[in-house]
């Protein structure tokens, strides 16, 4: 069986190291899914949802905010600015964090990086949807 030696970091440390199957990623040039053997690239990643099939066949879903992913024969690194595995996102925190970004946006202050705002919300909006994205996986599988 092909696997892919997986690890997806941040500033901060090794959010997953794990021998996958396949995964799903947001780039810049859309969202692409990756098997063993992919053809080597690197590419820019947007706010939001990873998806990752185990070696045990369980999907890890994560929420990650930007970076980069190369993709080399066997082996995949995401450098991501952050990234959360969605069973450990904190989605009370990240609604909060979206609530007040919106509102900062909606002020329309001359003083506030409008960029810089977006993105903030673009971010807590992929935690969200990968906590979501994850509860709705779990649901279905117990019924
Ligand atoms: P907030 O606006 O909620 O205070 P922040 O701007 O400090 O968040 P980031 O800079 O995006 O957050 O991330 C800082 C660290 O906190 C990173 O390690 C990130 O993974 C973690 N983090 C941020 N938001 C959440 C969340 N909702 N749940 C779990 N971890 C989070």
């Known amino acids: ?3 892919i030696h997986f690890e997806i970091v941040t500033p901060e440390k ?3 190291k ?9 780039t810049k040039m859309g969202e692409i899914t990756v098997l ?3 053809i080597p690239l ?6 939001g949802v990873i998806e990752i099939k185990t070696s045990d066949n369980k999907i890890e879903t994560m929420a990650v905010s930007g970076g980069f992913i190369e993709v080399l024969p066997d082996k ?3 450098l991501a600015d ?3 595995r969605a069973a450990d996102i904190d989605e009370a ?4 964090a979206r609530k007040r970004a919106e509102t900062l946006m909606a002020e329309k202050r001359e003083d506030v990086d409008f960029s810089a705002v977006q993105a903030k919300i673009a971010k807590e909006l992929a935690r969200v949807k990968a906590v979501r994205r994850h509860r709705n996986r779990n649901i279905i599988k117990t019924d």
């Open 1 to 3: 069986m092909s696997i």
């Open 14 to 16: 090794t959010v997953l």
């Open 18 to 26: 794990e021998e996958v199957l396949q995964l799903t990623v947001p």
């Open 36 to 38: 063993p053997n992919h």
């Open 42 to 47: 690197v590419a820019g990643l947007m706010p």
């Open 76 to 78: 995949v690194v995401i």
């Open 82 to 84: 952050t990234a959360e």
């Open 93 to 96: 925190r990240a609604k909060e």
